[in-house]
C-alpha cells in the first residue's frame, strides 16, 4: 500500500511559478517510478511528468517541456512539481501517481499507476 498526499497548489497570474510536493508514505519509497498527472474540468486526465526511482531519468510530454521540473527526495519520501512560466491552460487538478511495478521504466499512460493522490487544484489566471 501506498499513500499519497499532494499540496501546494493555489491561485496564480500567468507568468508565475508553483511548486507541487507530494508526501509519500507506505511502501519503500525509493523502489518505484512516480508520476504527475493533471486533469481539467470537462477534459481527459493528461500525462504531466514522471521520474525513476533515484530521479536519473525523467518524461514530458511537449506541453510542459521546458517549463515544468519534476524532483523527488527519497530520504524525505517526497516528489516535487516545479512549474514555470505558468499559462491559463495549465489550469487542473494536478495529481500525483505511484507505478510500483516499475523503478526505471516511465510511462506516461495512467492505467499504469497503481496508487492516486487527491490531487491539489492549480489554477492560473490570464
Known amino acids: 500500500q501506498v499513500q499519497l498526499v499532494e499540496s501546494g497548489g493555489g491561485l496564480v497570474q500567468a507568468g508565475d511559478s508553483l511548486r507541487l510536493s507530494c508526501a509519500a508514505s507506505?511502501?519503500?519509497?525509493?523502489?518505484?517510478?512516480m508520476g504527475w498527472f493533471r486533469q481539467a474540468p470537462g477534459k481527459e486526465r493528461e500525462f504531466v511528468a514522471a521520474?525513476?526511482?533515484?530521479?536519473?531519468?525523467?518524461l514530458y510530454p511537449a506541453s510542459v517541456k521546458g517549463r515544468f521540473t519534476i524532483s523527488r527526495d527519497n530520504a524525505k519520501n517526497a516528489v516535487y512539481l516545479q512549474m514555470n512560466s505558468l499559462k491559463p491552460e495549465d489550469t487542473a487538478v494536478y495529481y500525483c501517481?505511484?507505478?510500483?511495478?516499475?523503478?526505471?521504466?516511465?510511462?506516461?499512460?495512467?492505467?499504469?499507476?497503481?496508487?492516486w493522490g487527491q490531487g491539489t487544484q492549480v489554477t492560473v489566471s490570464s
Open positions: 501517481a505511484a507505478d510500483i511495478s516499475s523503478s526505471w521504466y516511465l510511462d506516461d499512460r495512467g492505467n499504469e499507476y497503481d496508487y
Open positions: 507506505g511502501r519503500t519509497f525509493s523502489t518505484y517510478a
Open positions: 521520474i525513476s526511482w533515484n530521479g536519473g531519468s525523467t
